[in-house]
């Protein structure tokens, strides 16, 4: 059972955070959150934030323990481009791509075992 997170419409080309999805890949959540904050690129913020959000859903929505959890599946996929002007000679502009992209983490991990429902109270009746 996998714990979905998405960053959809993220403002950086899919080749560049692939280069740093590719080296979270396989790796446990704790190791990801410690390679993520020393990698020297931009896009290691968004990547980071992902696997943060994974996290969080595995722990409060899915009841997964936390040092158990690893990231199954990471992918990068091209988002909706957006079309802007260059500026070039004699007045004129040429058309550009700004490449956007979707992050997706799947973390996998164990099982909590489910608290025990508490006993009711019992209550005293006093006698008249």
Known sequence: MGV???AKGVNMSPRKVGVVAALVRG????DALVILSHVPRASAVPVRKVVESAKANAEHNHNL???TLLISEISVSPGTPMK???PAAQGRGLPFLRRTCHIRVVVD???REAKKAAKPATVKKEAK
């Open 109 to 111: 991990g164990e099982a």
């Open 65 to 67: 323990k936390p040092g």
């Open 4 to 6: 979905l997170a998405v």
């Open 84 to 86: 802007r002007m260059r």
């Open 27 to 30: 790796r446990t959540v704790e």
